[in-house]
C-alpha cells in the first residue's frame, strides 16, 4: 500500500467514525505513518510471514467478524482476494483506480473523474461511487476556509510520499527557468529517498526555496492557501490542493494516473505540466469556478450515507406492509411520476396488494434498513419479460437509496429468474429515475415517443 492510498483510507475512516468503529489493518508502516493512522483509528499489523498469497485467508481467520465492512485499498486485492472475504459474510468495499479485474465487492470507490460504470466488470449488487463528489479528502481539507489571501508569486510542488523518479527536482529547476516565481515550496514524504541531493540543489540555486517534511494535514492546507500556483501528480494530493483552489499543473509519475489526468484537464479543473507555467488570464479564472463548482464539500455526507445504506437488505413483500405500499404509492412525488397520476383509493389498493403479492407472475420485494422498511421494488412477468416498478420512502431520497434498491433488487430477481428479460419504463421528466438507471450501466436506453418516455432494458 504506497502513502496516496494509506492517506486517503485514512480520510474515508475518519468520515466514517461518526457511525463505525474502525481498525485500520496494514503491512510493515514506517513510524511516521504508524503515528498517523493511531491519530485516527486502531492499528494492525500484518505479520511479516503471511504472505501476499495466504493473506485473504489470515485476515478472515484471525481479524474479522461476519459483522465487519471490510474496505480494501490496493493493487493485489483482485477477484480472487475479493471472493475469500465474501465467502466469510462480510460485506466488501474497493478502493480502486486502476479498474483492471473483476469485482465481487459490494461497493466500488473510484473519485477519479471521467469514470463511468462502463469501465468497470462487477456484479450486478455492487454499488459505483464514481468521481470527485466522492472525493476521499481529510477533515482538514474538507472544513478550511478558502479566504486566507494567496500569494500570487509563490508555487507549492509536492509529488506524493515517495517519488521514486525524483521529479520533484526537475519541477524546481523548471520553476527557476520560467522565472514566474518569487517563492517556491516543496513537501516532501517518508517515502522520498532524495533528500540529501535535494538539499544540496536547493542550496546551489541562491533562491528562496523552502523545502517541507511530512507536514501535518492542518500545516498542508494553510501552505497550500498561500501557494495561487502548484505542481502535483494527478493523485489525492491534486485533489487537496484543487479543494483549496488554484492553477494546478499536474506531472504524471505513474500508469494509474493517466485517467485522473485525463479528467482533470480535460474538464478545465487543472493544466497538464509542460514545464513552462504558461496558461493565460481567462483559462485560470474559468479552472478556478470549475473547482469551486465539483469540490463542494460534501463528499462526507455522500460517503457515510452509502456506508449506511450498504447492509441494506431485500426481502419478499408481505401482508404486514400492505399499509406502508399503500403511503408510499400515494406519495405525490410517486404519483406525479407515475402513469395514473390520480390518487388510488385504500379499498383498491388492499385489492391489488394482496393480490401482487401472492401472484406468480409478480415479484414483489421491500428494501430494509435494520427495522425500518426504505423502499419497494416490483418485477411484474409477463411472458419471459420482467417490468420493473420501483419508489423510495421520501425520507430516504436524494441519498443513493434509489440505485442501491435497483441493484439489489434486479440480482435478487435474477437469482431466481435468471433468463428473464428485465425493462423498466420512465417518463421524460422523471430526471431522478433516468439518472438511476443509467448509473447501473447495464441498460440499453431507448427512446418510447407514443409514451414521452425512456425504456431501459437490462443487457447481461
Not at 205 to 226: C, G, T, W
Not at 241 to 248: A, C, K, N, R
Not at 301 to 310: G, H
Not at 412 to 433: C, D, H, M, P, R
Request: proline share 2%; charged share 25%; hydrophobic share 40%.
Amino acid at each position: 500500500m504506497g502513502m496516496g492510498h494509506v492517506i486517503r483510507s485514512l480520510a474515508l475512516a475518519e468520515m466514517l467514525l461518526e457511525d463505525f468503529d474502525c481498525l485500520f489493518i496494514i503491512r510493515d508502516p514506517l513510524l511516521t505513518l504508524s503515528i498517523q493512522i493511531k491519530e485516527t483509528c486502531e492499528m494492525v499489523v500484518i505479520p511479516s510471514h503471511i504472505s501476499k498469497e495466504n493473506e485473504a485467508v489470515y485476515l478472515v481467520e484471525n481479524c474479522f467478524s461476519e459483522e465487519d465492512i471490510v474496505v480494501l485499498d490496493g493493487y493485489h486485492f483482485g477477484t480472487v482476494y475479493q471472493q475469500v472475504i465474501k465467502n466469510n459474510g462480510n460485506l466488501l468495499v474497493c478502493i480502486d483506480d486502476i479498474h483492471d479485474y473483476h469485482f465481487v465487492a459490494d461497493m466500488v470507490i473510484n473519485h477519479a473523474g471521467g469514470i463511468s460504470v462502463d469501465d468497470y466488470s462487477t456484479e450486478i449488487y455492487t454499488q459505483m461511487l464514481l468521481g470527485p463528489k466522492y472525493a476521499l479528502l481529510r477533515p482538514d481539507f474538507r472544513h478550511s476556509s478558502t479566504e486566507i489571501q494567496k500569494d500570487g508569486a509563490s508555487c507549492f510542488i509536492c509529488m506524493g510520499g515517495a517519488d521514486p523518479n525524483n521529479a520533484t527536482s526537475i519541477i524546481v529547476k523548471d520553476c527557476l527557468d520560467s522565472d514566474r516565481f518569487s517563492q517556491i515550496n516543496v513537501v516532501i514524504g517518508g517515502g522520498y529517498l532524495f533528500k540529501d541531493q535535494l538539499f544540496e540543489e536547493v542550496e546551489n540555486y541562491n533562491f528562496p526555496i523552502n523545502i517541507h517534511s511530512q507536514l501535518r494535514a492542518d500545516e498542508m492546507v494553510r501552505l497550500m492557501q498561500k501557494c495561487n500556483y502548484a505542481v502535483s501528480s494527478p493523485s489525492t494530493v491534486a485533489y487537496e490542493y484543487l479543494s483549496q483552489g488554484g492553477v494546478l499543473f499536474l506531472y504524471l509519475i505513474a500508469d494509474n494516473q493517466k485517467d485522473l489526468l485525463s479528467y482533470l484537464t480535460k474538464s478545465c479543473l487543472a493544466f497538464e505540466y509542460d514545464g513552462e507555467f504558461n496558461v493565460d488570464d481567462e483559462s485560470i479564472t474559468e479552472v478556478l469556478q470549475n473547482q469551486s463548482k465539483i469540490f463542494d464539500r460534501d463528499q462526507a455526507s455522500r460517503l457515510r450515507n452509502a456506508f449506511r445504506f450498504l447492509s441494506a437488505e431485500i426481502r419478499l413483500a408481505e401482508l404486514q406492509d400492505l399499509d406502508l405500499v399503500y403511503e408510499w404509492a400515494n406519495d405525490p412525488v410517486v404519483r406525479n411520476n407515475s402513469y395514473q397520476s390520480s390518487e388510488i383509493p385504500y379499498e383498491s389498493h388492499v385489492e391489488w396488494f394482496t393480490n401482487k403479492i401472492g401472484s406468480p407472475s409478480c415479484v414483489y420485494y421491500i428494501l430494509q434498513m435494520g427495522d425500518v422498511a426504505i423502499g419497494q421494488i416490483r418485477f411484474d412477468l409477463e411472458g419471459h419479460t420482467a417490468t420493473i416498478n420501483y419508489s423510495v420512502d421520501s425520507n430516504y431520497r436524494e441519498k443513493g437509496v434509489s440505485k442501491i434498491l435497483l441493484r439489489k433488487g434486479i440480482a435478487a430477481f435474477l437469482n431466481q429468474n435468471e433468463e428473464t428479460e428485465i425493462v423498466g419504463y420512465v417518463k421524460k421528466g422523471n430526471i431522478a429515475s433516468m439518472k438511476s438507471f443509467q448509473s447501473i450501466g447495464t441498460f440499453i436506453e431507448e427512446e418510447v415517443l407514443e409514451s414521452d418516455s425512456y425504456r431501459f432494458i437490462y443487457k447481461r
